[in-house]
Every structure is written in structure tokens, then in C-alpha cells.
């Protein structure tokens, strides 16, 4: 059974640092999507930062120079390092690990997903 298990949200004040964890477990597949989603009170859950197995790495506009995404498949956990905080990055932050496709795209709309972890930014 898959299992993905965030960590490491909390409240900090604007230009604080937080570093958030998914530990993943179940996965038997080795070519897998990763990334972090992210959804504020009534919004759309919005795509943060993914990598896929190509190692290729997308962030969303707002955060590109302020978060980075990694990995460490030894640990099978995910990271987010999100440094310059804003109040605008309040929400809860997802995990999500999905196969990637016969056409090398990652299919998020079929994703495994976490719980989620809030971070919350006073300004």
C-alpha cells in the first residue's frame, strides 16, 4: 500500500525558512513523478515544485529562487527548502508520487497524494 507522510510545516514569519518532508512508501514502481502541490482556503490546489525521473525539475513562477525540490532515494523522502517566505505561500502542502507515462509526462491527475502539511507565513 502506498503511503506518502509530509513533515516539517509550521507557522514562521514573512522571509523565514521552512524545509518540508514526504517520506514515501509502497512504491514498487522505480520511474516515478514526485513533486509538491500546494492549496490556500479557496483556491485550486496549484502545482509548487515537481521532478521526474529524468531528473528534470519544474517550480511555479512565484517560488522559482525562493524553494528547491530534492530527493534522497535512499531515504525514499522528498524535500521542499522554501527560504523568503511570503504570506501569499500560506496553504497546505501536498505530496504526490505518480508512474511516469508511455509518453515520458508525468500523470498527476492519477497520483498517489499525502495528507498534506500546513505552512502558514505572517506578514
Known amino acids: 500500500q502506498v503511503q506518502l507522510v509530509e513533515s516539517g510545516g509550521g507557522s514562521v514569519q514573512a522571509g523565514g525558512s521552512l524545509r518540508l518532508s514526504c517520506v514515501v512508501s509502497?512504491?514498487?514502481?522505480?520511474?516515478?513523478?514526485m513533486g509538491w502541490f500546494r492549496q490556500a482556503p479557496g483556491s485550486q490546489r496549484e502545482r509548487v515544485a515537481t521532478?521526474?525521473?529524468?531528473?528534470?525539475?519544474n517550480y511555479e513562477d512565484s517560488v522559482k529562487g525562493r524553494f528547491t525540490i530534492s530527493k534522497d532515494n535512499a531515504k525514499n523522502t522528498l524535500y521542499l527548502e522554501m527560504n523568503s517566505l511570503r504570506h501569499e505561500d500560506t496553504a497546505m502542502y501536498y505530496c504526490?508520487?505518480?508512474?511516469?507515462?508511455?509518453?515520458?509526462?508525468?500523470?498527476?491527475?492519477?497520483?498517489?497524494w499525502g495528507r498534506g502539511t500546513q505552512v502558514t507565513v505572517s506578514s
Open positions: 521532478v521526474a525521473p529524468t531528473k528534470a525539475v
Open positions: 504526490a508520487a505518480v508512474p511516469i507515462d508511455w509518453r515520458w509526462s508525468c500523470p498527476w491527475d492519477r497520483a498517489d
Open positions: 509502497g512504491y514498487t514502481y522505480s520511474a516515478n513523478c
